[in-house]
């Protein structure tokens, strides 16, 4: 960006991220959980999160939206043996925080015990909170919001005069803090900022209308891409969709672009997931030490990335996280598994209470344009639609839209169709994983080239 974004936090409310408020939420956990072990409670946990922001969408250089949030909360379960009660509130008085716990006690009382029942093991809690680069405060006054939004917006709308309309620009910045406490003693704090500039235009000419959009995220507000650029790219991405039409049905070679092939990655962590294989609702059930890619497959977890939107030093139970492999040579090394979960399987936690951190698949190939070159001819998906995803079985079947490539060239755009396969043989069947890695999340992979998927249009 021209200028730098950041400006220094001014947040001195009770539930800031500044090192005072930070320590009044610990306290507060702390007389939350003593209030749970002297009303008989063998042992409770407590979390307070809290997040304040703004999102502002402008359209057609008009303010449509303006959206100021802060919002605040804890939760605390207590376990008697192994019977647990949970309740919340928003309400942090000493009063409502008591007549919580009482409620919490109440429920645990009437609940049946449940073996696998209880917090995470006390010896596996995060004892190590290193900086991670994860919470750069922004606070621009909404004048400036409202300038960014409508410069993204109207760089959008200059590129063109196909580009004739607009869904708008939007622009957001939130900074959030999660402490977690529980009555192995542990207390840890996980401060936060998440920003992003977006914009979604529409074009037309004598074949009709098309949509496309782009976005920048990033926890650091500096490190954001420029207004006008993300409006650039996204009135070229929606220019290049003009003249669509639909392929013959086929079976053939598909390519899914690095912002629609973190999709792919998220079936996987579903279908290894603790909870599907207790419930036995996985098409990769018991598939722990089974090859389910090709060998040149490395697919693994960095939750300690600086900076990174999935990075955390401690997981929603406490426990420590670390760079761990969930497949090696194509084989799956483990689960993602919170200590409920691995209870239930006889295993224990990988951290993962609340998810993945990080998930990153290596690359194997070069950029899109050259696994485009690599494909020679079939589909290149840009967007997906729908969900027609059985978890059970792997069937796999969305609406897609995106290119037709011909020779290694993009020929033309296509859209209403639909693709189709199976998890368990799609995951098999990739080629190669692109450099291009779209860092815009949780799951970090560049695009996905498939040897095949069956492709319903004309």
């Excluded at 379960?77 to 009063?95: I, L, R």
Aim: charged residues 20%; contains cysteine.
């Amino acid at each position: 960006m021209s200028e730098p974004l950041s400006q220094p936090s001014t947040d001195s409310s009770p539930l800031g991220t500044d090192p005072q408020s930070i320590e009044r939420l610990k306290t507060i956990i702390s007389d939350t959980l003593e209030t749970a072990r002297k009303l008989g409670a063998s042992a409770a946990e407590a979390a307070v999160t809290s997040s304040s922001g703004l999102s502002l969408n402008v359209r057609l250089g008009e303010v449509e939206t303006i959206e100021h949030t802060r919002d605040k909360g804890i939760g605390i379960s207590v376990f008697f043996g192994q019977s647990k009660g949970s309740a919340s509130s928003t309400d942090f008085s000493p009063q409502a925080l008591h007549e919580t716990v009482q409620s919490a006690c109440r429920i645990a009382r009437y609940t049946s015990a449940d073996d696998c029942s209880g917090l995470a093991d006390a010896d596996r809690m995060a004892t190590s909170f290193p900086d991670l680069g994860l919470h750069h405060p922004w606070q621009p006054s909404t004048e400036t919001v409202i300038d960014l939004a409508t410069r993204t917006e109207a760089a959008a709308l200059e590129v063109d005069s196909r580009i004739n309309n607009s869904e708008g620009a939007a622009v957001g910045h939130q900074q959030g803090l999660y402490v977690y406490g529980n009555s192995h003693g542990f207390v840890g704090a996980n401060p936060s900022t998440r920003h992003s500039i977006s914009c979604t235009v529409i074009a037309s000419d004598d074949s009709g209308m098309q949509r496309d959009y782009w976005y920048s995220m990033n926890r650091n507000p500096d490190l954001l891409e420029a207004g006008e650029d993300i409006g650039r790219h996204a009135a070229a991405r929606t220019l290049r969709r003009l003249g669509a039409r639909k392929p013959k049905t086929c079976t053939t070679p598909v390519l899914y672009s690095a912002e629609v092939a973190r999709g792919l990655f998220q079936h996987l962590t579903s279908a290894v997931s603790g909870s599907s294989q207790y419930r036995k609702a996985s098409f990769l059930l018991d598939h722990q030490g089974q090859q389910i890619f090709p060998s040149f497959m490395h697919i693994h977890e960095q939750p300690h990335l600086l900076g990174a939107l999935g990075s955390a030093s401690f997981d929603g139970e406490g426990v420590a996280t670390q760079a761990r492999d969930l497949i090696t040579d194509g084989v799956l090394q483990g689960y993602v598994l919170d200590s409920y979960s691995a209870r239930k399987l006889g295993l224990s936690t990988t951290g993962n209470a609340g998810g993945v951190h990080n998930l990153c698949i290596d690359p194997t190939a070069g950029d899109l344009s050259s696994l485009i070159k690599t494909m020679h001819q079939g589909l290149l998906i840009t967007e997906l639609m729908g969900f027609g995803i059985n978890m059970v079985t792997g069937d796999y079947s969305r609406g897609a839209s995106g290119f037709w490539v011909e020779n290694g060239e993009i020929s033309y755009p296509v859209d209403e169709i639909t693709v189709a396969g199976n998890l368990k043989e799609m995951f098999s069947n990739i080629q190669a994983i692109g450099n291009d890695i779209d860092e815009r999340g949780n799951i970090r992979t560049g695009s996905v080239l498939l040897e095949q998927l069956t492709v319903a249009g004309n």
